[in-house]
């Protein structure tokens, strides 16, 4: 006869080696298996609350697949307009200068429509910190083609492939970004293995600490899947991101206190 | 008392924000309107009260600066004339349904399109019936005076609180840039952070232990939810019909007919009023201060006793369908306008009365 399972409780306090931080609201995730939204929330909340700034944090969430990010973190937020997230963080930061501002948008949100909004502001050098995740694709409206769209890379709007001479080309707005005075700290990240997990909360702690010394934006880009958008699974579209994305879009840091990091030029795939 | 000063109505606009203890300023240059920050960045609010004012990249980023420091409960401003506005229209719609209080200027300028820098009374219709997606109104304010600029600032920023409402005065490129003498109000304190936080409960000021946290947005993508949020708006328009309604008379006792006049052709019409009583003709003026809510009952009992009225305005003719509406068809109900930033002279007006209403 089999032994029947007993049940034991192990979540006692001293086997809990990881937690799941109170400042992620309890609650299932809106965002497909896979994606790394998930991962970047729980990393910026986490830092929250190891800074303990719950209290003093006002964020602004965009228009795309994380618009509904204020549901899932645990702070006062205001969802923006489609791009729009830098000009409410400007005024948010202006009129509240002890607080920390974050924006959280996607490439669409900040590389198209919100174009105009993202370079001002970095460009007047407002106080606050810019998350950015670059998936290459229109998520949330089911994988139209985006400004950081790869050469050649297939999206419902671009079937047979991007052809830059009639839909343009990727713009690299965070490099564009870097070479903006009233920026401080800009670095390209990612979320698909525990090593950049890790590398990314690391660039958000340093956003964060940065912006009590009023020296400008920090801007973070997080180069993430978008499994659904680009038609893989999971495993696929990481994979498909470190042979395709990371060699358009290198990982590491781009500015450092105010400084460019030299660069050795990298190869481009097209 | 208050003091006593000469000033365009831009500036008076400029001068009632800070004294009104407005927390921040954000716009963009257009014509006839740019006096709006030049005057805030001479006088240095910042120094004065604290107050923050920011040249933004365009009128979209404007309004969504508007829109973000509402959330956060603060006191604030933006200006505009009509092509700035019309970009405005979809961060209008988004504070609409997230229900912020800001204040919105719209010296309102000849158009369609680029049009002229001239006054005009064109955009009656964008401010009163919502101008952007979704079924919303905003309070809608119409100065005829320097001195009302002033005055309407206030009393904007007071119902926007009130209702938690994007409120607009709806001025034109000739009040905006007319000088004439204004009774400024006292200096009110701006309001400190923690005032602030007391009374704004849901603004999103950073979310202390004890509480839940605040999420401002006009996004519902339960069609329930939504149809909840709409219902809520309505219910607070209602409330505004109710309590809100501004208008002014002149002359109504006697009067066989009126002109109806908002903002500066009210001021026009006061003068063909004078012109057509020397001639004998019993004439009053009526004129709405608020365009929303629109003075529909004074209206309507008004109607009962004159034989006819002139709905003069500095366009195609839009405010007379609210008129229409408010009054039915027992009388006769004509439109003088001329457009593209050209101002009706009182002559004409009379002339109008005489061959639309009174001959005609
Ligand atoms: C003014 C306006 N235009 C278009 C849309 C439709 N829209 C919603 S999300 C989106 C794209 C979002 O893509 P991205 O910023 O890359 O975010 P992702 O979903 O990929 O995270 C678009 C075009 C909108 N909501 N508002
Ligand atoms: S559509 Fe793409 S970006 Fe959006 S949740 Fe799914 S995987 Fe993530
Ligand atoms: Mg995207």
Known sequence: MEEPFVKTEIRKDENIVYKRTNLLVDRPLSYCPGCGHGVVHRMLMETLQEMDIQDKTIGVSPVGCSVLAYDFMNIDMLGAAHGRAPALATAIKRLWPHKFVFTYQGDGDLAAIGTAETIHACNRGENFTIIFINNGIYGMTGGQMAPTTLPGMRSSTSPYGRDVQTMGHPLKITELIANLPGVYYVTRQAVHTPNHVRKTKKAIRKALEQQKENKGIAFIEVVSNCNSGWKMTPVQSNKWMEENMFPFYPLGDIKVDGKLVEKKETVVKE | ?360
């Open chain 2, 1 to 360: 008392m208050g003091e006593l000063r000469l000033m365009k109505g831009n500036e008076a606009v400029a001068e009632a924000a800070i004294r009104a203890g407005c927390d921040g300023y954000f716009g963009y240059p257009i014509t006839p309107q740019s006096e709006v920050m030049e005057y805030l960045m001479a006088e240095k609010p910042h120094d004065r009260t604290g107050m923050v004012v920011l040249q933004a990249e365009s009128e979209t980023a404007s309004i969504n600066m508007l829109y973000g420091a509402a959330g956060t409960g603060k006191m604030v401003m933006t200006s505009s004339s009509s092509p700035g506005i019309s970009l405005m229209q979809e961060g209008i719609s988004y504070m609409a349904g997230a229900e912020l209080p800001a204040v919105i200027v719209n010296v309102v300028r000849g158009g369609p399109g680029l049009g002229t820098i001239q006054p005009s009374q064109a955009d009656y219709f964008q401010a009163v019936k919502g101008g952007g997606h979704g079924d919303y109104k905003m309070i809608v304010l119409a100065p005829a005076s320097v001195q009302e600029m002033c005055d309407h600032t206030k009393l904007g920023f007071d119902l926007a609180f009130k209702y938690r409402t994007p409120v607009m005065i709806l001025s034109d490129g000739a009040i905006g840039q007319m000088m004439e003498k204004v009774v400024l109000f006292d200096p009110i304190p701006r309001r400190t952070d923690e005032d602030l936080i007391k009374q704004n409960p849901w603004a999103a000021t950073g979310k202390p232990k004890d509480r839940e946290h605040i999420i401002i947005t006009s996004l519902d993508l339960d069609p329930a939810g939504q149809e909840r949020v709409n219902l809520k708006l309505q219910a607070k328009y209602r409330k505004m019909e109710e309590n809100e309604v501004l208008y002014e008379t002149l002359n109504c006792e006697d009067a066989e007919y009126v002109f109806v006049a908002f903002g500066l052709s009210a001021r026009i019409c006061q003068k063909s009023m004078d012109l057509a009583r020397a001639k004998g003709i019993k004439i009053g003026l009526f004129r709405p201060i608020t365009l929303f809510p629109f003075p529909v009952k004074p209206m309507n009992e008004l109607g009962k006793k004159v034989k006819g009225m002139l709905v003069v305005e500095m366009n195609a003719g839009q405010m007379i369908e609210d008129v229409k509406l408010s009054v039915g068809c027992s009388i006769k109900i004509e439109h003088f306008g001329r457009f593209g930033g050209i101002i009706p002279t009182p002559d004409e007006v009379v002339k109008a009365l005489e061959t639309q209403i009174i001959g005609g």
